[in-house]
């Protein structure tokens, strides 16, 4: 006997806007550290992935990707995991009271 799993109906993200990402064809350690990478070789790391977001004309479409997914690791849009979180919470707190003050 199969069994059916029921999946939540989740929009399929739109991966076009990584065809003109400025990072294509750069190394994922780049913008994905490495198991065990030490502080001062991540803040490194991380300012030359910052370097490429900065750059790139997509950077929007990227953050907004990882910020509705939520994507745990790595550079993107410009902002590293502790920084994503940040922003996930300034958005929710934004909607929040746009809710409140719309009522």
């Given amino acids: 006997m199969s069994q059916v799993r029921r999946q939540i ?3 399929r993200p739109s991966w ?3 065809d003109d990402a ?15 990478e030490r502080q001062p070789e991540r803040e490194v ?5 910052k370097a490429i977001c900065a750059q790139c ?15 745990k690791y790595g550079t993107w849009g410009g ?7 940040s922003e996930r ?3 929710m707190r934004r909607a ?8």
């Fill in 22 to 36: 400025a990072c294509r064809g750069e190394d994922l350690v780049l913008f994905f550290g490495p198991d065990g």
């Fill in 9 to 11: 109906a989740r929009p």
């Fill in 89 to 91: 919470r300034r958005r």
């Fill in 57 to 71: 004309p997509v950077r929007v479409e990227c953050l907004d990707y990882a910020l509705s997914r939520p994507e």
């Fill in 45 to 49: 790391r991380e300012r030359k992935a």
């Fill in 96 to 103: 929040a009271s746009a809710g409140i003050s719309a009522a």
């Fill in 16 to 18: 076009g806007w990584q």
């Fill in 79 to 85: 902002l590293n995991e502790d920084e994503r979180a």
